[in-house]
């Protein structure tokens, strides 16, 4: 029997959460799928120990709802799924969770979006009855921009005969004490596990292939609170100026030298700015090393762009993920606002409202900030039509 609602909400992470708190705060009835069998399951279950939410905490707080004063500024990540608890608990948000959402297509003659969510927890022999059918008059997709765990493609990579992960399964450095790990990829989780293997003893390197703008999370914010002030130019200048004085030439290390600014980057290309929290000083004393491109693997050693090998024990990928949503989501091409990588097309002026009823929430790659702000748009167009 199909279930019917006012809104679906697809993803249970901080974005689908805040959906589903904006709506409830306007006594806007929803049903909220998610696939993991527990919300925010990238921060309750696939992040490493030590991470810290990078940017000050309001500006990662959902909506109607402050993170507590007396937390530290960047809460650690136990903190945060704790105030993620508390947000659920008081919006009594219930999940309906083990939903895969499968396809989801517009209906012109009833006006409503038709949702097929998988139930994962059932055994794959039911095949059938697995499958449940949902309708509602609007959709809110709220996936992530961290939706599927991606490691590329690299010769040989099956004959690895260590240990190999992506950066989600990495919990800390414990096990790899004295052991030659390789990090693949250089973003802030490949960075931040890079520091933590080092930390832990491990005999650490990182693969660095594009060009990377440190900064620290105090640059950060000040080139936030700046750009009040100043024209966006003038602010990455001195923000790249800031950075070339603390960070010095990294060049020399292998890292090679940013052409563009860290925000210019980050529109370009979607990449974030590196929040340096030490791997930086460890790359200078040597303690990480920088290699180029990986070539290819041969058991245990990998062959790098530039003619190097080296034997490893572990390779941690932080590569990074996909978004399938475009597999799932039905929708005429001129209708979406979402691209073919499932992030919100630049020509979409909101980064939220698409068409008949379809949203979405937390994918244009501006953080907990830009998921709040999409949550509160979509409530409040929602109040707005019904
Ligand atoms: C290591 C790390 C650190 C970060 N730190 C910060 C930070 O400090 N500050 C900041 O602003 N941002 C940070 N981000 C970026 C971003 O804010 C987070 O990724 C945040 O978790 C995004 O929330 P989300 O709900 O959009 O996505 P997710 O947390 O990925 O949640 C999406 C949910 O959708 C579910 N889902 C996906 N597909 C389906 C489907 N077909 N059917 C049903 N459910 C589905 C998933 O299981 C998941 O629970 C960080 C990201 C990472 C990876
Ligand atoms: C989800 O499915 C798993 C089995 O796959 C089960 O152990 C768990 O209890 C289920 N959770 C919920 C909330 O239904």
């Given at each position: 029997m199909k279930k019917e609602a006012e809104v679906i909400v697809v993803g249970g992470g901080p974005s689908g959460i805040a959906a589903a708190g904006a709506l409830s705060s306007l006594s806007i009835p929803f049903i909220l799928l998610e696939r993991a069998?527990?919300?925010?399951?990238?921060?309750?279950?696939?992040?490493?120990?030590?991470?810290?939410?990078?940017?000050?905490?309001?500006?990662?707080?959902?909506?109607?709802?402050?993170?507590?004063?007396?937390?530290?500024?960047?809460?650690?990540?136990?903190l945060f799924v704790q105030y993620l608890q508390r947000y659920v608990s008081h919006f009594r948000i219930n999940p309906v969770y083990n939903r895969s959402v499968e396809s989801a297509h517009y209906d012109d003659a009833s006006?409503?979006?038709?949702?097929?969510?998988?139930?994962?927890?059932?055994?794959?022999?039911?095949?059938g009855a697995a499958v449940e059918e949902y309708s509602a008059r609007f959709l809110v997709v709220a996936t992530g921009e961290s939706c599927n765990a991606f490691v590329p493609e690299v010769e040989g990579r099956g004959s690895f005969g260590g240990k190999a992960m992506?950066?989600?399964?990495?919990?800390?450095?414990?096990?790899?004490?004295?052991?030659?790990?390789?990090?693949?990829?250089?973003?802030?989780?490949?960075?931040?596990?890079?520091?933590?293997?080092?930390?832990?003893?491990?005999?650490?390197?990182?693969?660095?292939?594009?060009?990377?703008?440190?900064?620290?999370?105090?640059?950060?914010?000040?080139?936030v609170a700046l750009l009040?002030?100043?024209?966006?130019p003038w602010v990455e200048r001195?923000?790249?100026?800031?950075?070339?004085?603390?960070?010095?030439?990294?060049?020399?290390?292998?890292i090679p030298k940013p052409e563009e600014g860290p925000f210019t980057m980050k529109m370009k290309y979607g990449k974030y700015p590196l929040v340096d929290v030490g791997t930086c000083k460890k790359i200078r004393s040597g303690e990480i090393q920088v290699l180029p491109a990986v070539k290819c693997i041969k058991g245990n050693e990998v062959v790098f762009e530039d003619g190097r090998s080296h034997s490893f024990d572990a390779i941690v990928f932080a590569t990074g993920f996909k978004r399938p949503t475009k597999q799932w989501l039905k929708v005429k091409e001129e209708d979406c606002l979402l691209n073919d990588d499932g992030i919100v097309k630049p020509s979409c002026p909101n980064k939220w409202k698409g068409k008949n009823g379809l949203y979405c929430v937390g994918l244009s790659r501006r953080g907990f900030l830009g998921a709040t702000l999409d949550a509160q748009g979509v409530a409040n167009d929602i109040k707005g039509l019904l």
């Open positions: 069998d527990c919300f925010a399951p990238l921060w309750q279950r696939h992040a490493y120990d030590r991470l810290h939410i990078h940017l000050p905490k309001h500006t990662c707080q959902l909506p109607h709802m402050p993170i507590p004063d007396d937390w530290p500024k960047y809460p650690p990540k136990s006006g409503r979006w038709h949702v097929a969510a998988r139930d994962v927890s059932a055994g794959c022999g039911s095949e992506h950066s989600t399964e990495y919990k800390n450095g414990k096990e790899f004490a004295k052991k030659k790990v390789l990090v693949v990829g250089s973003g802030n989780s490949g960075m931040e596990i890079a520091l933590d293997l080092a930390d832990h003893g491990a005999i650490t390197s990182i693969v660095v292939r594009s060009p990377v703008n440190f900064v620290t999370r105090e640059m950060l914010n000040w080139a009040k002030y100043l024209r966006f001195l923000t790249m100026m800031a950075s070339r004085l603390w960070f010095g030439d990294m060049s020399k290390f292998g």
